[in-house]
């Protein structure tokens, strides 16, 4: 085995020019794989930061004033959701998750000692968390089930809201603000990137505080769910629809009455674009690459024509042709295989070492966040450069076998 190594680095080296430039050809192939694949991955991570870290299966349900007239009702009718429906849907629907109603109210006045400021507040059950799960929460907990039970006074203040009220680098976790003058304890910090951090300047209380604080009653003005896992979200979305329709005399054909927004459509449209992208650049890498392997292939059919003597000279002292063709495609594998993972290893070191430079320097960038190279990438990568190597010095070396050994001594 060593002796064969040793005659391969011979064969090489006395041809270092030309081994070199076939060389570059696989590496340039596997390192432009990479750095676009990286790039491919950097895009992706921020166009889904894009959407503020959000599950990308929920699914809201809202209301507007029906547009067709239906069962005698004329139009420009608003249609008002209530609990009784989040209970019709949790009895009738199947396939239901999670779900939660929400309440808001737009211009709610807060204050803490002298210190006051407008923010949004709005009404949820501890469910909404499990709908919005990515929301993460700095300081302090979430809200449970006995805040909602109870009409506990307590508040989920934004980062945003904390910074206005009580100044930067400030704990606010036990200490009472006022809201629409009414006293409460602030339990939870959250930092929701959505709406471009927007989401940030909301304050979320319990959805039963909320209907004694700002009388809201039995109403609902927003309904969110997440389906099952597995479950279909479209044919879940449309099951609601229809019930509520029903339950509220709206026309089929009304589509203004009860509307919905579900997160899995846009999600859809963006994997399927960057399936496309990641298509286009595996066929650019691939092709780059086969260029590099064509190489390779060309300069092993020349290698045994030069070769032809003392192969001839070999199979005459007893060398059999798995012998031949074994040196050979041991040299094809070897040229590419250290090309190939050089070039991976430049590829991902590069986006490795742009990642660090926009964490250290904190640079953000719009729709590009954390370039990288999946591992499982990174080793179909080194499985390829062996199959391929192979493939490449395969024909000489078959070619190589059949040469007679007369034939080979008479060859110039």
Not at 23 to 44: E, H, P, S
Not at 134 to 157: A, H, M, V, W, Y
């Amino acid at each position: 085995m060593w002796d064969g190594l040793q005659e391969i680095l011979y064969t090489l080296r006395q041809n270092k020019l030309r081994t070199l430039l076939t060389a570059f050809g696989v590496f340039w192939g596997i390192f432009m794989l990479v750095f676009m694949l990286g790039a491919g991955k950097g895009m992706q991570n921020g166009v889904y930061d894009g959407f503020g870290g959000e599950v990308m299966d929920f699914i809201v349900v809202f209301t507007g004033t029906t547009s067709v007239a239906h069962n005698g009702m004329g139009l420009g009718r608003y249609i008002q959701l209530s609990q009784e429906d989040i209970k019709a849907i949790k009895q009738q629907v199947p396939n239901v998750r999670f779900i939660s109603a929400e309440n808001q109210n737009g211009g709610a006045t807060v204050s803490y000692e002298k210190k006051v400021g407008n923010f949004s507040v709005h009404g949820v059950p501890d469910d909404y968390f499990r709908i919005k799960e990515s929301i993460p929460f700095t300081l302090g907990r979430k809200p449970n089930p006995f805040d909602q039970q109870d009409s506990r006074k307590i508040c989920e203040l934004g980062s945003a809201v904390v910074e206005k009220i009580f100044g930067k680098d400030v704990d606010p976790v036990g200490k009472d603000v006022r809201i629409n003058g009414v006293v409460m304890k602030v339990v939870g910090v959250f930092h929701d990137k959505g709406n471009r951090g927007r989401d940030s300047e909301r304050i979320y209380i319990p959805d039963t505080t909320y209907q004694k604080v700002f009388g809201s009653g039995n109403r609902v003005q927003t309904i969110w769910l997440r389906p099952t896992e597995g479950a279909d979200g479209f044919a879940l979305e449309k099951k609601i629809i229809e019930l509520l329709q029903r339950r509220h005399s709206v026309s089929p054909e009304d589509k203004r009455a009860v509307k919905s927004f579900n997160m899995a459509e846009p999600a859809k449209m963006v994997n399927g674009l960057f399936f496309g992208i990641n298509l286009i650049i595996w066929f650019v890498g691939l092709g780059t690459l086969a260029a590099g392997i064509v190489g390779i292939s060309n300069i092993m059919i020349i290698t045994v024509k030069e070769r032809t003597r003392e192969i001839g000279i070999r199979k005459a002292l007893g060398a059999t042709p798995k012998n031949i063709i074994g040196t050979l495609l041991m040299e094809s594998i070897l040229v590419t295989t250290v090309a190939g993972y050089a070039g991976m290893v430049l590829g991902v070191g590069l986006w490795e070492l742009v990642s660090f430079a926009l964490r250290t320097f904190e640079i953000k960038l719009d729709f590009f966040k954390n370039p990288e190279v999946d591992f499982q990438v990174a080793i179909t990568s080194i499985i390829l450069l062996v199959i391929v190597g192979a493939l490449a010095g395969l024909v000489p070396a078959l070619k190589a076998a059949r040469i007679m050994p007369i034939e080979a001594m008479r060859a110039e």
